[in-house]
């Protein structure tokens, strides 16, 4: 059997990703991790596609200086919006979010538990709402299947501020504010699909169950593109044999201080530590293409 090394790149705008990390750890738990909170300009889901094209360009650029073998884009929006702009930037395999959550989602959509059958709603960002990358997804797969996707701003502050305990009663108020929009469309299956949600899930559960009188199916989108991380690395026979020592690594490019705080309710356990760096401009001091060019990376400011 063949194996690689090499770690595996997360990103998201800020904590939202480190779900998927704890998704990713937990079915490849040998796997070396390296993961990029962009902490200093999150949020993402409120921005407009250049911009968002931009920011992932530069965590993109970033791990690609730290010889990853695949990047995991642990962001719905990103995933919505630049996947085929970062895919063109390496070789590597880029994995986003969006297309694993819809596989999940269309076999759920058919549960008969108090929605209607066929029936997916989509909780995102405003630029993932917008963007409609999740809803022409499951189109695709099945023509017959309805779609709504309500865009939940709200949602991301009260993760990254730590609203998140079970039965927290404003983000309840708010979730309910969000799964009103879904009463006449009764879905059998509901994704979440901005990383930053699965840490309300409770909350939203509590919402679905006040407002709707079920909880739908719920599909969480980076713990399904970790699942499809490790399909595609066991597939192309690329997986790490043994995790060495200073695994995980966390970067962010703001505080370091605001994100341990939080981060460990995320990840479910404390972070030993994380780096503080640079990322404006990362993809432009590149010159042309970085496919292929192997980096030198001293530019870090530890904290
Ligand atoms: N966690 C992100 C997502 O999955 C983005 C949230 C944000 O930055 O607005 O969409």
Known sequence: MTSDNRPIGIFDSGLGGLTSVRALEKCLPDENIIYFGDTGRVPYGTRSNETIIQYSMDDLAFLLRRNVKAVLVACGTVSSIALPTLSEMTDIPIVGVVEPACRNACKDA????????????????????????????????????????????????????????????????????????????????????????????????????????????????????????????????????????????????????????????????????VTRINITGQAQEIPGSIRNISFNDDTENKE
Not at 110 to 134: C, R
């Open 110 to 273: 058919l549960t008969d538990n108090g929605g209607i059958a066929g029936n997916i709603a989509i909780f995102g960002t405003q630029a993932t709402a917008k963007n409609g990358a999740y809803t022409a997804l499951i189109k695709k797969t099945n023509p017959a299947f309805n779609v709504s996707t309500v865009a939940c701003p709200m949602f991301v502050p009260l993760a990254e501020n730590g609203y998140i305990e079970k039965g927290n009663l404003i983000t309840v108020e708010i979730a309910k504010e969000y799964v009103e929009k879904l009463r006449e469309f009764k879905p059998s299956s509901l994704i979440l699909g901005c990383t930053h949600y699965p840490i309300l899930r409770p909350n939203i559960e509590i919402a679905c169950e006040k407002v709707l009188g079920y909880v739908p199916k719920i599909t969480d989108a980076g713990e399904c593109a970790a699942r499809s991380v490790k399909d595609m690395l066991a597939e192309k026979g690329r997986l790490c044999i043994k995790r060495e020592e200073e695994y995980p690594k966390f970067y962010v490019s703001d505080e370091t201080r605001n994100f341990t705080n939080i981060a460990s309710a995320f990840l479910g356990r404390s972070i030993r530590s």
